[in-house]
């Protein structure tokens, strides 16, 4: 059974950092992109990041320069390293496993979710 | 910046059938997209409905079903039930690596 269970969250001031992981099992978690997704209270979905089997990375727009996303295969892990927070950042944040299609290392679809962790960013 | 579209809200009666769509604010959607359709409800994790446009995930009863119809990605509940009452939200796959979720959908069942 696939399981993603995300930790990490809380509250932080503007300006500061944090750093959330995924732990993940049940799957070859080497073998998959993953994503970060995350929803704002009261708000809908928005994608955040996404990280290839073999690493690479891309950002939506809204946090492109500020979150660094990262695995480790060792420990079936995802993080997600976030700073420089503004208060639009306080959201629930999902981890999300992603199938992607043939040929290609991060299109796809998001097929498994965590339960989320919340950031919360305020003074 | 792109935008993907979806009615904000719509409702249907138990039983009947119901088309949410997932739209661009610039262009038309195509299976280029891989659109793909998300459940939400209230505290809960989003649960994968439909991907690659009208491929079912995994125990998803196909009275859930998709499509493009015209220039847009579809999502049809045909017999709605209560418990399909929840979020809904398709997300595009722009290409780059880049995903948009769309605003989503809130479907009441009255």
């Known amino acids: 059974e696939v399981q993603l269970l995300e930790s990490g969250g809380g509250l932080v001031q503007p300006g500061g950092s944090l750093r959330l992981s995924c732990a993940a099992s049940?799957?070859?978690?080497?073998?998959?992109?993953m994503s970060w997704v995350r929803q704002a209270p009261g708000k809908g979905l928005e994608w955040v990041s996404v990280?290839?089997?073999?690493?690479?990375?891309y950002y939506a727009d809204s946090v492109k320069g500020r979150f660094t996303m990262s695995r480790d295969n060792s420990k079936n892990t995802l993080y997600l390293q976030m700073s420089s927070l503004r208060a639009e950042d306080t959201a629930v944040y999902y981890c999300?496993?992603?199938?992607?299609?043939?040929?290609?290392?991060?299109?796809?679809?998001?097929?498994?979710w965590g339960q989320g962790t919340l950031v919360t960013v305020s003074s | 910046q792109t935008v993907v579209t979806q009615e904000p809200s719509f409702s249907v009666s138990p039983g009947g059938t119901v088309t949410l769509t997932c739209g661009l604010s610039s262009g038309s959607v195509s299976t280029a997209y891989y659109p793909s359709w998300y459940q939400q409800t209230p505290g809960q994790a989003p649960r994968t409905l439909l991907y690659?446009?009208?491929t079912r995930s995994s125990g998803v009863p196909d009275r859930f079903s998709g499509s493009i119809l015209g220039n847009k990605a579809a999502l049809t509940i045909t017999g709605a039930q209560a418990d399909d009452e929840s979020d809904y939200y398709c997300v595009l796959y722009m290409g780059s690596g880049i995903s948009v979720f769309g605003g989503g959908t809130k479907l009441t069942v009255l």
């Open positions: 690659s446009t009208n």
């Open positions: 990280i290839s089997s073999a690493g690479d990375t």
């Open positions: 999300a496993k992603r199938k992607t299609l043939p040929g290609s290392t991060v299109a796809g679809y998001f097929d498994y």
């Open positions: 049940g799957f070859t978690f080497s073998s998959y992109a």
